[in-house]
């Protein structure tokens, strides 16, 4: 039995998010059906965390277990094939046996899109959030870092399914940083994890305090703005310690 661990990237616009749902198009749920019919019997396909609907990633990480001899580079041509355009094998290793997407993880980073200006393409209205109106972008990238270093983010989170497992909604951000560049303004922050819609839920609270609505930086950890749409999140890519018996 063989451990592949695979870098993708998607589009997640035509997909309900990165969880399987029945009835409904989702990456994991594709790769599932691929790589399931290759080896002849069901195999799960782990991923480093459950992008919602809309989002999109430059650099998941998914694993799975074959016993199929397949070599990797065909491999990665036999997926992709089967795959739709908008989902893409980037890269795929052998790995240790043990190894898991999601909890092997030290770090993921994520990127949120806002275009600025008044008139938005229709070919980058998919990939950002569309927001001419007036807003105070330097309060804004002052307020940004405030969320870094280790918080309780609850007030940041989404109701979840897993919420009754009573888990830690602590949660440990190693920078937050938001800047402008052509036209858009992109917030970009790196963490050990992340809750439901959190990330988009702090974009909405930047958003308020660009707005002016909040009083100063003691709101922050308390309030938050309203959830910004999926499709102008990327997740960048995951970190791991180095590899063990990774083959290419």
Known sequence: MRRIRIQLAYDGGPFHGWQVQPGLPTIQG??????????????????????????????QVAAFSLENPIPLPNLRRAVN??????????????????????????????????????????????YVYHHPYP????????????FAGEHDFSAFATSDA??????????????SVLERSEGRLVYRVRGSGFLKHMVRNIVGTLIEAGRGNLPGVA????????????RGLFLLGVEYPPLRGASE
């Not at 989902?87 to 240790?96: A, F």
């Not at 897993?162 to 920078?175: A, H, L, M």
């Not at 709101?219 to 999926?230: D, K, Q």
Request: proline share 9%; hydrophobic share 40%; aromatic share 8%.
């Open 30 to 59: 594709l790769l599932e059906e691929i790589v399931s019919a290759m080896e002849g019997k069901p195999v799960h396909v782990a991923g480093s965390g459950r992008t919602d609907a809309g989002v999109h990633a430059l650099a």
């Open 162 to 175: 897993r919420d009754s497992d009573g888990k830690s909604k602590v949660r440990t951000i190693f920078s």
């Open 81 to 126: 094939r089967l795959l739709p355009p908008a989902i893409r094998v980037l890269s795929v290793q052998e790995v240790h046996p043990d190894f898991h997407p999601r909890f092997d993880a030290v770090s993921k980073t994520y990127e949120y899109r806002i275009f600025r200006a008044e008139v938005c393409s229709p070919f980058e209205w998919p």
């Open 135 to 146: 807003l105070d972008e330097d309060r804004m990238a002052s307020l940004a870092p405030f």
């Open 219 to 230: 709101a922050l950890p308390e309030r938050s703005g309203a959830t910004v749409p999926a």
